[in-house]
């Protein structure tokens, strides 16, 4: 079992397109983060000329404010959390259904057992899924906090930083954010590990590579399309990890109980599917 899972790992955080959505979302993080800078130095000067002249918000230049989970200005954090499910399978969610049908599964479970490979396999496929999402996150945060001070943001400041008491975790941003920031780092890492393990798992019942992987994505475009036309007013909260994955910037505020039970469904949808194909034949 733990060469099987060291087998995997090193399967999924080695191949190409780990790569290639590693660097995408490292290059959307730092372009983020580098416009930020500007946006923050800009806001520097001005608030030097209106401090001579009325009250300002210090709290609000903070490292806090301007990263990428809680930023709602830039058009690469939007990107970045629009194509997030997409960059989560990109690494390995695809590799059950190729492994499959090349034959080359059949080849391990001559040397090993059915679950030990399956459990392997999709422990793989969401660690690196996590992964390609909580690196560029965490890298536009180191980039940031060596530029900008961690002030503590004062609840004063809510209309500099959009973030109500509605707002997931909202709470510990303005009394210890840096618990805030791990919360939403864990929560991205968990979202896109059982995602790409979703996806994963509909390669037991669909055996096209490219429909594994960008039909949940066009699924998640329709649910965004049917919440922001259809059911806004209606539906008073985010459902989709367009939005919910984020600290502001949306619609409506995410409520946990709902972002919970979207996780337990992944999951369990993932476990059921692995249970009901634990035995089937791998041809």
Excluded at 35 to 58: C, P, R, S
Excluded at 86 to 110: D, R
Excluded at 154 to 159: E, K, Q
Excluded at 231 to 253: D, H, K, V, W
């Amino acid at each position: 079992m733990r060469n099987m899972i060291k087998t995997e790992l090193g399967k999924a955080t080695r191949n190409f397109w780990f790569l290639v959505a590693l660097l995408v979302g490292c290059a959307l993080a730092l372009t983020s983060a580098i416009n930020n800078v500007n946006v923050f130095e800009e806001t520097l000067i001005g608030a030097a000329y209106l401090g001579e002249h009325k009250w300002w918000d210090m709290s609000s230049s903070s490292v806090f404010k301007y990263w990428i989970v809680t930023d709602f200005i830039q058009p690469a954090t939007f990107l970045f959390f629009l194509l997030l499910p997409l960059l989560a399978v990109l690494p390995y969610a695809w590799s059950y259904g190729v492994e499959k049908k090349s034959g080359y599964a059949l080849n391990v479970l001559a040397r090993t057992s059915r679950k030990s490979y399956l459990f392997a396999k999709f422990l793989a496929v969401f660690i690196s899924g996590g992964l390609v999402i909580t690196i560029p996150i965490v890298l536009n945060f180191v980039f940031l906090a060596c530029i900008m001070p961690a002030r503590l943001p004062d609840i004063y400041g809510i209309i500099f930083f959009g973030i109500n008491e509605r707002s997931l975790f909202s709470s510990f941003f303005y009394t210890n954010p840096l618990v805030y920031c791990l919360l939403f780092i864990g929560l991205n890492f968990f979202f896109a590990g059982l995602w790409a393990m979703f996806t994963s798992a509909l390669s037991f019942y669909l055996k096209n590579r490219v429909v594994v992987t960008i039909a949940p994505f066009l699924f998640l475009l329709f649910v965004k399309f049917l919440h922001d036309n259809v059911l806004l007013g209606i539906l008073r909260t985010e459902i989709t990890p367009f939005a919910f994955l984020r600290g502001t910037g949306t619609n409506y505020s995410a409520d946990i109980a709902i972002v919970s039970l979207i996780l337990l469904f992944l999951l369990g949808f993932t476990l059921v599917l692995a249970w009901q194909n634990r035995k089937k034949d791998i041809l």
